[in-house]
């Protein structure tokens, strides 16, 4: 959907408005009405978002939502990464995942086998894949039992809780 947003003298009014919502309004695009286009929050992972609040400003000739962001230091950046690891090493059990590493590019830890394609059959059947630290790969569990159970990948069976 078309975006548009009111103007006076190349200074912005309002908010933008949806271009059906205009032409029902006014049964056409006003002239001090000109095209928005939106621009959703970054999500970049080494970057920070420096204000909350959006700013609207002409970009070579749209106006547009410009967000305040700038990228990490390399200290930063390594902190992040750091935190990154230093939770994912203090989970329950975390040494069935000692083998997995940082993916720097996205800051997520990744084992060292993609994980292979869900069959839906085998979840419908209370059979997980897992990844198996003692093989190095990723491993089908036995059957969930009923009930509260939990999986401990060092005995590699269902616990009750």
Known sequence: MNLYIETENGVIKNHPAYEHNLIQAFGLIPTR??????????????????????????????????????????????????????????????ENWSAWTLDEATCVMVPPIPRPAIDQAKVNAG?????????????????RPEGNYKFDFIAWAWVAV
Request: aromatic share 12%.
């Open 33 to 94: 009405w000109e095209p928005f286009i939106r621009v959703e929050r970054p999500t970049g992972v080494y970057q920070i978002l420096e204000s909350n609040e959006v700013v609207y400003a002409k970009v070579n000739g749209i106006w547009t939502d410009v967000w305040s962001v700038r990228d990490m230091t390399a200290k930063e950046k390594t902190a992040k990464q750091q935190a990154v690891i230093t939770e994912f090493n203090a989970r329950d059990q975390a």
């Open 127 to 143: 059979i997980m894949t897992f990844w198996c630290g003692a093989d190095a790969n990723w491993k089908d569990t036995p059957a």
